[in-house]
Every structure is written in structure tokens, then in C-alpha cells.
């Protein structure tokens, strides 16, 4: 679609700009499909993770597809939160709020194995936190100095390394598999790589539309096959109701030590990394730095957002990144494009049946998807590190960083003589890392002083 087709130059780089309704319910839709998947993904997850998640029967499993429906639900009003504003709340730039990967190493060891009770103290967690981050918007400008890429890139990197064994555990067949003979099978892997490679095919080699919704393709692609092999099974979506109201506290509220602390810590995480997004669809869509009052709505509505998608089940949300490489594609501003695709997932969040359908996605299938999905988050911290300038200070700050949050990631035993809260956050490996890295870049001289 030529942006001749939407507007003027000038016109494409208004935020204020309503492009002809025929292209922008068009451009709307194509939002929503760049972060559908990522988006409900960590609902998904982390119910996996709590053990009535993914695949199961038990009674609680409805409760997962509720949180795949607050997911779209929440996104959608979240998005319109960014896009329309309420007085010093929001950005109002085509900002679209999802469902946030960062905070899922915090929350795993939260609720491992503890069933659909855990998710109590997540909610009182993720309520502080987004409060919290609510309250640096006016701070948030002045806190990046902490924040260079030594430091940001660092826990963006830890955050795709510890979800990487996410992917793998999905591909091979799920962690209810481990130790069976279908683990691992040549059909899990077969099932999994049709994905990767039919997405990095239209990637690499397709443009517009199919580029960009290329992991949304690859995993229709996968399921097509699934299917084919038997792997489907459509029992639980008429288990689920064709309209549904959300609900106040659906899993009640506890606040915990370990809970609040995690997720508020990565709550101040989440706001700098909203400010790189302000910045990025500013500079990819109009060529100009974000302003200080854009920075500043963006983040009150990110932690309002948050603190009001716990109260209705919600996890943390935050812009998405890959809405911004769109905008940077597309070079359309217009935040009513950002608001249309809003309107359809808000619908959609009424629908628990699209939740249903999308549980039917075997996980194997969403394995090659989040494969790509955690590598990409990987990648984009390496990206962000290319801009330090590697002396020895800093490669001595990285690499006690690295070393110590990696390796606690990949041996949490060493903690087991420290008390339970401090287990839980350290063994994450990403916030021993950075604050590691803060703390040392602020205090540890530069060469050149």
C-alpha cells in the first residue's frame, strides 16, 4: 500500500491525521496482526508455567483461557489509552500497548507448580508495579542517565536468554512431556520447524502484509500441518462461551514481598524501554525526536495500563516494539490507525471463544513461533550493545553482570541457604544482573576520567 494512496507526506507524519477509512481500518487490522501472537503468547506461558495452562483438562483451564481473552481485551484498551489520552495520560502517538515478555522471567518462578492460586500475588504485584511506574513519568526523562546501552542492552539480551529455554521446552513438545518418549520426537520438531521456516521464508522473501505478519503465517502453516498429523483437538473451545464480561479480582489479590518487589523492579525496566519506543516511532514515522510531554504520557499511561489490567486479571503491559518497526515501515503517524486496531481487540476480548481457538494451537506449533519471538529479543539486545564503546571498564561491568545473572539463572540451587524472597528474585538471573550493571556503571570511573 503506497502512502500515496494514505496521504501527504506531511499529512502520514501528523499524529492528528485521519487517513481515508477504506486505508486505515486496512492499516488498523495490519497492527493488530503484528502482535496478536506475542501478544496473548505470555498468558499462555505463564499459566503453563502455574500448571493449568496449555493442554490441560483440569478445572482450572478456563482460567487460562480468561487470561488470553484480558490479554486482547486489556491491549485494546490500553492501546486507546496511548492513542486518545486523558489528560496528562498518554502519548497520543500510535503507540500499541501489549502484553509485556519482560516481566515473564519474573513471574515464572512466582507461580511454578502452584496452580491458579499463585496468580493472587502476581496480581497484587503487577497492581504496586504499575502504580509505580505511573509515578517515575515526570522522573522518567531525568533516570536515563543511569539507563546507556551498556546497561539497557545487557537486560534486554538476559531477558531473551531466559526465555530461550521457553522456546526449546514448547518445540520438543512442553514441560508436561519431559521424560517421555514423545518429548523431543522427530513430529514435535518437524511441526516446529515448518514454522520457523515458512515464517523467515516470507520474512526474506515477500513484502508488505506477508512480511510483516510473517510469524502470524508460519504458525497458520504449522497448525495446518499439526493438523494434518492429529494434533489438534477442538474439545476445549466448546467448553468456552461465545461472550464473556471481564471480572474484578478473578484469581483475588495478595501481596507479597518477593511479588511486589520483582515486578516493580521491572516496572522501572518497562519505562525506560517505553521511552526508547516513544522515541522510535517518533524518529521512524516523522523524522523527530519524541518531546518531553509525549515521553511523559506514554509512561503514566504504560503504568496506569498495567495497574489497571491487574484488577481484572490482566498481566503487565507495554508498547510494542514491533508496532514501531511497522510505523517505521509504513511512515504513516495517524494514532486513529493505532485506535482502530484497538476497537477490534477490545471486541475480540469479549469473545472467548477466539481464546479457545487459539488453546487449540498445539504448543509444538507455538514453539517454533516464540523460537523466532525470544531469539528477536535477543537479537535487539545485542543491537542496542553495538552502540558502547567497549573499553575495559565496560567490558569488565558486562561481564560480572552476565556472569553472575546467567549463571544464577542456570543454577538457582546455588541459592538454596537464602531465604525464600531472595531466592525468587535472584534466581530470575535478570535483576542481580542489573543492578549489577547500574550500580557499577554509576559508581565504577571512566577510563577517560
Not at 105 to 125: E, R
Request: charged residues 10%; neutral net charge; hydrophobic residues 55%.
Amino acid at each position: 500500500m503506497s502512502n500515496r494512496a494514505v496521504g501527504t507526506p506531511e499529512q502520514c507524519r501528523d499524529p492528528n491525521y485521519m487517513p481515508p477509512i477504506g486505508v486505515a481500518i486496512p492499516l488498523g487490522i495490519q497492527h493488530v496482526l503484528a502482535m496478536f501472537i506475542a501478544n496473548v503468547t505470555p498468558a499462555i506461558i505463564i499459566a503453563g508455567a502455574a500448571g493449568f495452562g496449555f493442554g490441560s483438562n483440569s478445572p482450572d483451564f478456563p482460567m487460562m483461557l480468561y487470561m488470553m481473552q484480558m490479554c486482547m481485551l486489556l491491549a485494546g484498551v490500553t492501546t486507546l489509552l496511548q492513542t486518545i489520552g486523558a489528560g496528562p495520560v498518554g502519548a497520543r502517538l500510535p503507540i500499541v500497548q501489549g502484553t509485556s515478555f519482560a516481566f515473564i522471567p519474573i513471574l515464572i518462578p512466582l507461580v511454578a507448580g502452584k496452580g491458579v492460586d499463585a496468580m493472587a500475588a502476581v496480581t497484587g504485584g503487577i497492581l504496586v508495579g504499575g502504580i509505580v511506574q505511573a509515578c517515575l513519568a515526570p522522573l522518567v526523562g531525568r533516570l536515563r542517565f543511569a539507563l546507556p546501552p551498556l546497561v539497557t542492552g545487557l537486560i534486554v539480551t538476559m531477558i531473551g536468554l531466559s526465555l530461550l529455554k521457553v522456546g526449546i521446552q514448547y518445540a520438543a513438545g512442553g514441560v508436561p512431556a519431559i521424560g517421555t518418549p514423545e518429548y523431543g520426537s522427530l513430529q514435535n520438531w518437524g511441526v516446529a520447524l515448518v514454522v520457523i521456516v515458512v515464517t523467515l521464508s516470507l520474512k526474506f522473501f515477500t513484502k508488505g502484509m506477508l512480511s510483516v505478519s510473517s510469524i502470524l503465517v508460519g504458525i497458520l502453516a504449522g497448525y495446518a500441518v499439526a493438523y494434518g498429523l492429529g494434533m489438534v483437538s477442538f474439545d476445549n473451545v466448546g467448553r468456552a462461551s461465545a461472550f464473556a464480561m471481564p471480572k474484578v479480582l478473578p484469581f483475588g489479590i495478595e501481596f507479597t514481598v518477593a511479588a511486589v518487589l520483582g515486578i516493580t523492579l521491572m516496572a522501572f525496566i518497562s519505562a525506560i524501554e517505553t521511552v526508547g519506543d516513544v522515541s522510535g516511532i517518533t524518529k521512524g514515522g516523522a523524522d523527530r525526536e519524541a518531546t518531553d510531554v509525549e515521553i511523559r504520557g506514554a509512561t503514566y499511561a504504560d503504568g496506569l495500563g498495567t495497574a489497571f489490567s491487574s484488577i481484572f486479571g490482566g498481566l503487565p503491559n507495554t508498547s510494542f516494539s514491533q508496532n514501531v518497526g511497522l510505523i517505521a515501515m509504513t511512515r504513516v503517524m495517524s494514532r486513529h490507525v493505532a485506535t482502530i486496531g484497538a476497537v477490534f481487540l477490545i471486541l475480540c476480548g469479549f469473545i472467548p471463544k477466539i481464546g479457545a481457538v487459539i488453546s487449540t494451537i498445539p504448543i509444538e506449533v507455538l514453539g517454533g513461533g516464540v523460537i523466532l519471538m525470544f531469539g528477536m529479543v535477543v537479537s535487539s539486545g545485542m543491537k542496542m550493545l553495538t552502540d558502547v564503546d567497549w573499553t575495559s571498564r565496560n567490558m569488565v561491568i558486562f561481564a560480572i553482570s552476565l556472569s553472575i545473572g546467567f549463571g544464577l539463572m542456570l543454577e538457582p540451587g546455588a541459592l538454596q541457604h537464602m531465604p525464600g524472597t531472595a531466592k525468587a528474585l535472584l534466581s530470575t538471573g535478570l535483576l542481580p544482573a542489573a543492578f549489577i550493571a547500574i550500580v557499577l556503571n554509576l559508581i565504577v570511573p571512566d577510563e577517560k576520567d
